[in-house]
Antibody
Framework: QVQLVQSGAEVRKPGASVKVSCKGSGYSFTNYALHWVRQTPGQRLEWMGWINGGNGNTRYSQKFQARVTITRDTSASTTYMELNSLKSEDTAVYYC?????????????WGQGTLVTVSS | EIVLTQSPATLSLSPGERATLSCRASQSVNSYLAWYQQKPGQAPRLLIYDASKRATGIPARFSGSGSGTDFTLTISSLEPEDFAVYYCQQRRNWWTFGQGTKVEIK
């Protein structure tokens, strides 16, 4: 079945960077776009950006545009999300999510989430 | 940015009761709206997309309706496993989420 498996929890100091991975299996990696979403401690969901699995084109939310980079390694069926200049407010669970099979651009399935803690 | 406002924040109901959740958009999203369910410690799961279509494997007790700016998720008869947080999402203009409605056991 389609599965997205993310890397483990991370702890960083303010000003540092973090890179989270998301490995896809059970589907043709290059045929689907993949999104990154984060969930704050207050439970709000924020869309960060997405990458086209085929050509690698990316689009980012204006909120994260200056600090986020999404890349992919097709040979490893893995997508990466790197967030720079971390602040305490970036403490959150970060999810990857594939676009759904209907082609409508919805998010299904999701990875299990990666907790990133930013603390001095 | 399109803002989605969900109401109520919390819904206290008993198993077997009907749940009605609302999502209002700050501008029209046509039918580009989805609903997700999230249980503690888990990722969100797609329930409804395009306002009224059930995702694969989703029970018929879940239904969605609406278009434009006002949308409703209805759970016809709550099962114990339905107590969770529900989020709406739009993709008319990028992607944004509502703040969630928690359905809790009364």
């Amino acid at each position: 079945q389609v599965q997205l498996v993310q890397s483990g929890a991370e702890v960083r100091k303010p000003g540092a960077s973090v890179k989270v991975s998301c490995k896809g299996s059970g589907y043709s990696f290059t045929n689907y776009a993949l999104h990154w979403v984060r969930q704050t401690p207050g439970q709000r969901l924020e869309w960060m950006g997405w990458i086209n699995g085929g050509n690698g084109n990316t689009r980012y939310s204006q909120k994260f545009q200056a600090r986020v980079t999404i890349t992919r390694d097709t040979s490893a069926s893995t997508t990466y999300m790197e967030l720079n200049s971390l602040k305490s407010e970036d403490t959150a669970v970060y999810y990857c999510a594939r676009v759904d099979s209907s082609g409508g651009g919805w998010f299904d399935p999701w990875g299990q989430g990666t907790l990133v803690t930013v603390s001095s | 940015e399109i803002v989605l406002t969900q109401s109520p924040a919390t819904l206290s109901l008993s198993p077997g009761e009907r749940a009605t959740l609302s999502c209002r958009a700050s501008q029209s999203v046509n039918s580009y709206l989805a609903w997700y369910q999230q249980k503690p410690g888990q990722a969100p799961r797609l329930l409804i997309y395009d306002a009224s279509k059930r995702a694969t494997g989703i029970p018929a007790r879940f239904s969605g309706s609406g278009s434009g700016t006002d949308f409703t998720l209805t759970i016809s008869s709550l099962e114990p496993e339905d107590f969770a947080v529900y989020y709406c999402q739009q993709r008319r203009n990028w992607w944004t989420f509502g703040q969630g409605t928690k359905v809790e056991i009364k």
